[in-house]
Every structure is written in structure tokens, then in C-alpha cells.
């Protein structure tokens, strides 16, 4: 291992030191030796990695702080690449047209940063293209945009154990230039208090946001206090979302809409949100999903924007080839499950759920030209406004169909279901 004091790094002074770092890097991978710097502070600019090195800090005690000269760390092209306990302090400071992130890896090989901290960016925290690897146990606060940011991941990329807090615009986000299997792996994350300074209806504002990005699974992470949704995948097939808590979402907890094609929802827990999971945009081609296994409960009328019908309020929503199995739905103030929009239904089971405290229990829509739907062996408690209404788009426009109420389309099976 090189100490990089014995190659002139001084800890706790002013004077920036890049030229210092430069030549530490070309050092450590000239002897393909691990690079350890001692902890202190370090004041830097634009640095740019090598093809090859393994940095190596004191966790909480090695301190790397932005001059403000464009960027703070660049790599592009690097074969192999792994950082450990160093903290990176952007200090808010301006970041330059030639970087998205204040750490910024482009088409990396195998990258891998461990415990570290990125803080107080001015854009992303950190930003990742064309990069394969893993980003784990690390902390990432402050940033102006979104705390980790990968757009078109190399395959076998994970994102790990890390603490997300506090960011301006997103949480973690994975993309994609056009719509493409990714695989990237989002486990066991905590991201918290994300806004949504940039503004819109959904672009911005969520924990973990998917775009257009194919089989990537998102699972056991703790989401909260998101000014959108927890969890937002557009355009994403092939997706898994499961054993997430979600506390505290703006808009929409857990959604997956517009042109996917296969999203299974499973065995997450919604506890505050204006609508609690959507499966939906059957009109742009958003179909076949699961929702099974889910808490859904303590939703809001009240969102960031002012809705289109039917509003907020919403525990379960689906459209089309969807099975909703086995889902508590407690206290959405307007429909517990929501099946179908307008002509925009096909295919639809509800099954074995529980439903309680709800405006109206189950909504399914009746406009003609609508395909099957089954709603069957649910328990509907304390609706007020209907157990089971068919709707023609927001209105109702049926009796009470657990009751046996006139109105019920042929394409519609209804049975066995309990209401107290």
C-alpha cells in the first residue's frame, strides 16, 4: 500500500492540491498498489481517475472537499475502479457544463465505492453512465438533483445498503436512453425527505424512480417523506417491486405507468400517500401486472397538484392482464381498488383482498367496450359510498353490485364476496 503523505498530500491545509492527487494516481497505478490517504482534509479540482485504482480512506475521518473549478472527480473509460472510506464534500458549490454529478464515472468496467459519504453537490451527488458495479454502505446528502444518478448501466450494477437524504429533485435513479434490459439491483436503501424543486407532475420528487429501464428489481428499502412517489417506474418492464416500506409519499406511493409491459408488486407496506399503488396507462400501453401482498392504508384527497378525475384518494389501481391478490386497503378516502378507466380495462381479477374504511370499496369500470373482470372473495367493511360500483369514468354509475344491484355488465363476474 502507498501512503499518499509520503508523496506530498498534507491534511487540514488550504492551498489546493490536485496537482499532488494527479500525480499520487499515476504513482499508485503505475505500481498497482492500493493508495491509502490518511485522514484530514483535503482541498481539490478536477481531478480525473486512471484506468486502474484502489483509494483507500479512514471512514469519517478522510475528508475531500471541492476547490469550485469545474468538477471535483472525473473518470472516463477506467477498467477498474474502487473507492473506500472517503468523504466528498461538494460545499453547493458550481459545477461545470461537462459533468452531471460531483462524481462522475463514465463507461467504467467494474466500479466499486464503499462506505463513503457525497455531500452537498450542486447537481447529482453521484452520476454514473455506462458504469457496472456496485455503490454500497455509502451516505449521499445535500445534492442539488438527485443523490445517485445511472443512466445506462453496463450490466451487474447494484445499489446497496446506501443512505440517500435530502436531495433537491430525486432520490436514487436508474435510466435509460431508450427502453432496454438494465437488471440494475436497488436493495436495502433508506432515502428520505426528497423534494421536487424542478417542479412537474411525476419527473421529479421520488425516492427511486425507473425509466425505461427493463428488469430491475427494486426491493427492501425504506422510503419516506417523498414529495412525489416512493417508488416511480415509467416505461419499465419487466419490474419488481417488493418488501418496501413506504411512509410519508406526496402523490402516488408505488407506481409503475405508461409502456411497460410486467410489473409484479409485491408484499410492500403504503402508509400515507394521495393514492397507494398504480398499475396503470393502459391507453399508452401499460399492461399485465401483479399487486399481491400489500398494506395500503391512511391515504389523502389532498396531492401536490390539483388531480384529473377521479382524484386522490386511492388505495389500488389497475387497468389491464393485472390479478390484485391478498391487499389490505385501509381508509383510502375514495376508492379502495380502483379497476379500470373508462374504456381502459381488460382482464382483471381481485381476489381474497380486505377492504376497510374506503369511500366507495371496489370500483370497476362499465363503459362499453371494456374487457373481463372478476371480483371475487374480497371482504368490503365500512364503505361508504358502495362496496362494489361500477363507474362510467369518474361517475357512478351503478347500484351496489355486492348487493345485487341492477346495472352489472355481462363482462363483469361478481361473487362471494363478504360486506360488513
Known amino acids: 500500500m502507498i501512503d499518499a503523505a509520503e508523496l ?71 477498467e477498474r475502479l474502487e473507492i473506500s472510506g472517503i468523504a466528498f464534500d461538494g460545499a453547493q458549490r458550481w459545477l461545470s457544463d461537462q459533468v452531471d454529478g460531483l462524481l462522475e464515472f463514465r463507461r467504467v468496467a467494474h466500479l466499486a465505492i464503499d462506505a463513503c459519504e457525497i455531500v452537498g453537490s450542486g447537481k447529482h451527488g453521484l452520476s454514473l453512465k455506462w458504469v457496472a458495479g456496485r455503490v454500497e454502505r455509502s451516505e449521499i446528502a445535500g445534492a442539488a438533483d438527485a443523490g445517485l444518478y445511472s443512466l445506462d448501466a453496463a450490466g451487474r450494477l447494484q445499489i446497496n445498503g446506501n443512505a440517500v437524504t435530502g436531495c433537491g429533485n430525486g432520490g436514487i435513479l436508474v435510466h435509460r436512453s431508450a427502453p432496454e434490459e438494465d437488471g440494475t439491483l436497488v436493495v436495502g436503501n433508506r432515502v428520505s425527505q426528497i423534494a421536487a424543486r424542478a417542479g412537474g407532475t411525476g419527473q421529479n420528487g421520488n425516492g427511486i424512480n425507473v425509466f425505461r429501464a427493463n428488469a430491475v428489481t ?62 396503470v396507462n393502459f391507453d399508452h400501453g401499460g399492461r399485465m401486472g401483479v399487486c399481491s401482498s400489500n398494506i395500503v392504508r391512511n391515504l389523502s384527497t389532498e396531492g401536490p397538484y390539483r388531480p384529473d378525475p377521479p382524484g386522490f384518494g386511492i388505495g389500488i389501481a389497475v387497468e389491464a392482464d393485472c390479478a390484485v391478490t391478498g391487499n389490505v386497503v385501509e381508509s383510502a378516502p375514495n376508492i379502495g381498488i380502483n379497476i379500470g378507466w373508462g374504456e381502459f380495462m381488460r382482464n ?73
Do not use: K
Not at 483507500?56 to 468538477?71: E, L
Not at 370500483?363 to 360500483?389: K, L, Y
Not at 351503478?398 to 360486506?419: C, F, H, K, W, Y
Open 348 to 420: 382483471v381479477v381481485a381476489t381474497g383482498n380486505v377492504v376497510r374504511r374506503c369511500g366507495t370499496g371496489i370500483g370497476v369500470s362499465v363503459v362499453e367496450g371494456t374487457g373481463a373482470a372478476v371480483i371475487a372473495d374480497n371482504i368490503i367493511e365500512g364503505a361508504v359510498n358502495g362496496a362494489i360500483v361500477g363507474h362510467r369514468w369518474a361517475e357512478p354509475a351503478t347500484g351496489d353490485l355486492a348487493q345485487g344491484s341492477g346495472g352489472r355488465p355481462a363482462n363483469i363476474t361478481v361473487e362471494r364476496n363478504r360486506v360488513g
Open 218 to 279: 427494486v426491493a427492501s428499502n425504506q422510503v419516506s417523506d417523498c414529495a412525489f412517489s416512493a417508488i416511480r417506474a415509467n416505461g419499465a418492464s419487466n419490474l419488481q417491486i417488493g418488501t418496501n416500506t413506504c411512509l410519508r409519499s406526496g402523490e402516488t406511493a408505488i407506481y409503475a405507468e405508461f409502456a411497460f409491459e410486467g410489473a409484479v408488486i409485491n408484499a410492500n407496506i403504503v402508509d400515507g400517500a394521495a393514492n397507494g399503488i398504480s398499475i
Open 8 to 78: 506530498g498530500a498534507l491534511p487540514d491545509v488550504p492551498a489546493d492540491q490536485s496537482r499532488t492527487f494527479a500525480a499520487m494516481f499515476a504513482e499508485a497505478e503505475r505500481r498497482s498498489a492500493p493508495l491509502f490517504l490518511p485522514a484530514g482534509t483535503y482541498v481539490v479540482s478536477n481531478l480525473a481517475l486512471p484506468r486502474r485504482l484502489h483509494w483507500i480512506g479512514v471512514p469519517g475521518a478522510t475528508r475531500i472537499v471541492y476547490g469550485g473549478d469545474g468538477h471535483l472527480l472525473l473518470a472516463d473509460g477506467a
